[in-house]
């Protein structure tokens, strides 16, 4: 029988031009970037000179900037703009205002979940879809022409900067003037940023405070390196009186507070209700969307599995790379970890699982098996996760 054996050959990611630097990657390599993922075909930062755990404290008590311009955004504009984006989610865009970012589940004709996108209402015929890990400009490109739509559709020279932490409030303040506090969560405004108009939101895929600055490259103006550049050295000059750090997306922080990450957490094989989206339809909507026959049959037959949280025991877990087995007290397969680690703040390990719904009770007992070859003991919680 063939073994798996795991290589101690270390490895680099090969860049081309497929895999898209930022204006930001000279200035987070100069951070000292240990390591990098790939999403919609451009880099993200997932490491700097210390371990998850001091990045996760560190996190929790100051500020800290973040390069995700991965966040690719579609921008749908045009007269039929507000019919499109409405076509692909089932929330109901009805009262959504100009200046608002709404979360929106994307889902296919078979009801699977293709994205999880924040939606940026920007004027009444101009969205943005700030996108996870899939192709929606193709989705949506495909939706018009099928259904010859007047809009039109692109990728913008956009290129979001996260100011994440307790202390992001006043960092953001000290450059942008004191009305940037009185911004609401899931709201977004236009500032003033050297001559240039740039939207910042209140928003961040972390558990802490924070913002998203979407830099807009004005390339009449300025090279998109050279301003990305120089964004990021004022916040960072700024930044140092509230011990500002680099960072990226922190798992300990994102799977306590149950943040959901595409492709690795659900997939097109899960629908919005195994993911407990089901509060951003709640309301049963009048609106035609893609999907919604076969949501409709799922809402009325049941799901046989829920995303849960999983808390277990022992020491710390190994990198989740690939999926825990989850089993029940009598041994049977109930689910997998597909997002798992430690948590200092919980003193257990934790994870997200997609669990049979005989078994989503939260502190029903199960078992945990882990890459070392440990059986964990463990009960199934609510999310987020609380102490």
């Not at 004022?234 to 990226?248: L, M, Q, S, T």
């Not at 890459?371 to 987020?384: A, H, M, N, T």
Request: a positive charge; hydrophobic letters at 35%.
């Amino acid at each position: 029988m063939a073994s798996l054996i795991h290589s101690k050959i270390k490895t680099k990611l090969n860049m081309s031009r497929r895999i898209r630097r930022t204006p930001y990657t000279k200035r987070v390599e100069e951070c000292g970037v240990t390591d990098f993922t790939v999403v919609n075909h451009m880099l993200l930062p997932k490491g700097f000179q210390k371990s998850v755990e001091d990045d996760y404290w560190h996190l929790n008590e100051y500020v800290q900037l973040w390069d995700v311009s991965c966040q690719r955004q579609v921008q749908i504009s045009g007269p039929d703009a507000s019919l499109l984006v409405q076509k692909m989610t089932p929330r109901s865009l009805k009262n959504m205002e100009t200046g608002k970012c709404f979360y929106i589940p994307m889902i296919d004709e078979n009801a699977g979940m293709i994205n999880d996108p924040v939606l940026l209402k920007l004027d009444d015929d101009m969205f943005w879809i700030s996108i996870a890990d899939s192709d929606i400009l193709l989705w949506a490109k495909g939706i018009a022409v099928g259904l010859n739509l007047n809009v039109n559709i692109k990728e913008p020279d956009v290129y979001p900067l996260a100011v994440q932490g307790p202390k992001a409030e006043d960092l953001m303040a000290s450059i942008f003037g004191e009305d940037i506090r009185k911004l609401k969560f899931f709201n977004f405004k236009v500032f003033d940023f050297l001559g240039t108009k740039q939207i910042i939101a209140r928003s961040g895929y972390s558990n802490q405070d924070g913002f998203e600055i979407y830099f807009k490259c004005f390339e009449e103006y300025f090279d998109k390196n050279e301003m990305g550049e120089k964004i990021w050295d004022i916040i960072w000059k700024a930044g140092k009186e509230f011990n500002i750090a680099p960072g990226c997306p922190n798992l300990i922080d994102r799977i306590e507070a149950g943040l959901l990450s595409y492709g690795n957490d659900f997939t097109k094989d899960n629908n919005p209700l195994e993911c407990n989206l089901e509060k951003y339809f709640k309301n049963e909507s009048e609106h035609d969307y893609i999907g919604k026959k076969a949501l409709k049959k799922i809402k009325i037959n049941g799901v046989q599995q829920r995303l849960k949280g999983i808390m277990f025991e022992g020491n710390n877990c190994p990198p989740c790379s690939i999926p825990f087995p989850v089993y029940s007290k009598n041994k049977k397969i109930i689910g997998k970890v597909t997002s798992g680690i430690y948590s200092p703040k919980l003193k257990k390990n934790i994870g997200l699982s997609m669990i049979l719904n005989e078994f989503c009770e939260t502190g029903t007992e199960v078992i945990v098996h882990t890459p070392d070859s440990k059986l964990r003991e463990g009960i199934v919680s609510s999310l987020p996760f609380k102490k």
